[in-house]
C-alpha cells in the first residue's frame, strides 16, 4: 500500500478469524500483515477483546490454552483499543437505534464514523443492517479487495 498507513476499524468477527478456519480467513490474514506490516493501523473498541476471547472459548476445536494464547496476541499486535467516552457511546446509541442493532455492534460503526475511516466486517446481517453507511464494507465483497487493492479473483 505503501506511504502512510491508513486506518481501518476491525471488528470482531474479523479478528476471529485469525485464530480459526473459516470462510475470508485468508482476507482477515492479509489485513492483519498489512496491520503488521504498517500499512493498515487496526483500530476498534475494546470490547473488541472481550467479543473475540468469548467467540475462542466457544469454539469447541480450542483448548483454554489455544483461547489464552489468541488472547495474548491480541495485545502483542499492538491494534488501537478505543476505551468508551461519551461522544462514542452517544454515537453507538443512535447507531443501535437507527440500524436496530446491540450497542456492542453498533460501537464499531460508531468508532469509524469518529475517526472517518471504514469499518470491517465478516458479519453479513451486521452489514446489512448498515449497507446504506458507506463507511461500512464487508470482508467478502469487492469494495474491500478494491480497499485493500486486491484483484477479486474470478
Not at 502512510?4 to 492479509?30: C, G, H, I, T
Not at 476498534?44 to 490454552?65: Q, T
Not at 452489514?127 to 464494507?137: A, G, H
Request: charged content about 25%; proline content about 3%.
Amino acid at each position: 500500500m505503501g506511504g502512510e498507513a491508513v486506518r481501518l476499524v476491525l471488528d470482531a468477527s474479523v479478528a476471529v478469524k485469525w485464530f480459526v478456519q473459516e470462510e475470508q480467513r485468508d482476507l482477515a490474514l492479509k489485513l492483519r500483515e498489512e496491520h503488521v506490516g504498517g500499512s493498515v493501523l487496526l483500530s476498534a473498541p475494546d470490547i473488541i477483546i472481550y467479543e473475540v476471547v468469548n467467540a475462542l472459548k466457544h469454539n469447541p476445536e480450542l483448548s483454554e490454552i489455544d483461547v489464552r494464547n489468541a488472547a495474548g496476541s491480541l495485545f502483542k499486535l499492538h491494534m488501537e483499543l478505543h476505551q468508551p467516552t461519551i461522544k462514542l457511546i452517544e454515537k453507538a446509541t443512535e447507531y443501535a437505534y437507527k440500524y436496530s442493532m446491540s450497542i456492542y455492534d453498533s460501537v464499531y460503526v460508531s468508532l469509524s464514523e469518529l475517526q472517518n475511516c471504514p469499518v470491517a466486517t465478516a458479519d453479513e446481517i451486521f452489514y446489512e443492517k448498515t449497507s446504506q453507511n458507506k463507511l461500512v464494507m464487508l470482508l467478502s465483497s469487492d469494495h474491500f479487495l478494491e480497499w485493500l487493492r486486491i484483484k477479486p479473483s474470478s
